[in-house]
Structures are given as C-alpha cells and as structure tokens.
C-alpha cells in the first residue's frame, strides 16, 4: 500500500465510522430510545474502525491518563525520523437536548479547553494543532448534519472563541453554535491528501512542516497541511514523551513491520500495573490490545499501537 493509499483509505474508513457515530447518536438520542452512548463508548468505537491504520509514521495515543494535562483524549503523530507533527483532539458527545453539556469541563474553570489551546509549549511538537470532534446527528443538533460528518471536527481556538473564556454561558453548549464551519473528520487530512496526489512524498511533506509552528490564528484546519501557513520556525528538541512514542528501526514506509506493541495500563487508584512488555515482529493486521485478566473498565490506560497499513 504506497503512502497515498494509506491516507485515502483510512479516510474511508473514517467516513464510514462518522455514519454509524450518527447512527448510533441519534438513536440514543431519541425520546424513549433506551440506549446509552457515550464519548468514551464513541471514542473506542472509533478506535477500533482505525485499528488498521496506525503504522511506524502514523501513530493514534490515545491520552486518558493525561488528559488532565493535555486536555486531549487522543493524538495523531505523524512524521518520520526526527521530524514529526501532531493533531490532539479533544472529543464531546451532543446530548438529548441538543448540546455539548461537558464542553467546558470542569464548568467552573473550563481548564480542560485551556490546556487543550495553551499547553505546555514543550510539551509539543514545533508544528501542532488542537482540533474538537463532535459526536452528532439530527434530529436535536439544531444544524444540517449530513451523516458523513457524524465525526464533526473543528479548530479548538474556533470552539473558545465560540464558547467564550470559562466560566461562560451555558447557551453557548449548543450544537447550532459549534457545528458551522465544522467539517467531517475525515477531512482533517484533505491537506495531506492532496499533496501526496501531487507527487510529494510523506517525508517530503513533514520535512517541510515539521520546524515550522502552525500561526495561533488559523483559520482553517486546513492551514495545519500548508506550508506558507507559518508562524516562522522553531528548532525545540522533540518533546520527550514524543520519543518515546516513535523510537524505531527500519521504519521505511513501505517495508516496516509490526514492530512494537506496548499498553501501560493504570488501576483506578492511579498505580501501574506490571507491564509484560513489547511485542515483537508480529505479522500486520493481527494485533488487539492485550486485556489483562484483572483489568476492569474502572481503569485507564494509554496505548501506542505500531502497525502496517
């Protein structure tokens, strides 16, 4: 599968995935409908229809234990030896009424869209970019919501202007405020798309990205894949927890196998559980998480899975 295929099928793939979070939001979103989703359940969902799609350049972390410092609950890293960029994503779930109730968690300070649009400045890569996906369907988000964009993403810095600086008004929880100008996740990688039809190679594409910071005043998640669209450049070192991530060998896109496998899982309390270590050389497209037989739902845990697309 060359580099462009990658991209456009995994774009199906989300596509696909957007259609039946639509599905399943308006269903237990509808009067008297007794079924409960939630952002989590839609978030692993959407995990899984992307399992196939996280490679030695592609990779999906998912951020629960973290989340309070990130403010995202996963992240895409996308990039080859030193150079990398990065998407984190904050997800919410439209209610019966219509609205992102927990949009401005915790809703008496909002820190977690604060972390989300100003982290840690060496807590990221020189090229990043904070995105909200909005879990929705009619009847109730008060929009059009074709069911292509079920999985609707937005510009985070969009979504507080929007909101407004914590504490805000709890009118601005609506769908009808968010979803404009909204576009279906999928989407998000249009940018990429298009370059690698053109003839530019992956490497080629992050290369040119990767030193140089995405303007704080974007307006488009589009502007993430434009090169001319720069807040000059930046040399920081990739950030630690980064390394960790894509440390590998051999990572040639076209010739790299499943290399590593690794799940550090964390109990309620906080404690770590022992981990049984990495997986190796293990043939693409036949990896699921490992459970271990203690592990219950009351734990989080963070994951980075390396596979071929």
């Not at 939001?25 to 359940?41: A, C, I, K, N, P």
């Not at 030193?211 to 894949?225: K, S, V």
Request: net charge negative; glycine share 6%; charged share 25%.
């Amino acid at each position: 599968m060359t580099e462009l295929e990658f991209f456009q099928t995994m774009q199906r793939a989300m596509d696909t995935q957007a259609e039946e979070i639509w599905d399943m939001v308006h269903h237990s979103r509808t009067e008297g409908y007794r079924l409960r989703l939630g952002e989590v359940t839609a978030t692993e969902l959407n995990f899984f229809r992307l399992r196939d799609f996280w490679t030695k350049r592609v990779y999906v972390v998912t951020n629960e234990p973290d989340e309070t410092v990130t403010g995202a609950d996963w992240e895409w890293l996308i990039g080859h030896g030193d150079s990398w960029i990065q998407i984190r994503v904050q997800a919410k779930i439209m209610n019966r009424s219509g609205r992102f109730a927990e949009l401005g968690h915790p809703h008496s300070t909002g820190q977690q869209m604060e972390r989300l649009v100003n982290p840690n400045i060496e807590d990221v890569t020189c090229r990043w970019m904070p995105l909200y996906v909005f879990y929705t369907a009619e009847p109730g988000a008060g929009t059009v919501v074709p069911r292509k964009a079920g999985c609707s993403a937005q510009l985070a810095s969009k979504v507080r202007t929007t909101y407004g600086k914590p504490p805000a008004n709890r009118a601005r929880l609506t769908s009808a405020a968010h979803l404009p100008e909204s576009i279906p996740w999928s989407s998000v990688f249009d940018g990429l798309v298009t370059q690698l039809q053109s003839g530019r190679s992956l490497a080629e594409i992050i290369e040119k990205l990767a030193l140089r910071p995405m303007p704080a005043d974007a307006a488009y998640i589009g502007d993430f894949w434009d090169m001319s669209k720069t807040a000059g450049t930046c040399d920081r070192a990739l950030p630690t927890y980064v390394r960790e991530i894509v440390r590998r060998e051999n990572d040639e896109f076209d010739e790299a196998p499943l290399t590593r496998l690794e799940v550090t899982a964390t109990t309620s309390h906080g404690s770590e559980r022992p981990d049984k270590g990495p997986f190796t050389n293990v043939a693409p497209r036949q990896v699921d998480t490992p459970r271990r037989p203690s592990e219950d739902d009351s734990g989080s845990a963070q994951s980075s899975v390396v596979t071929r697309g």
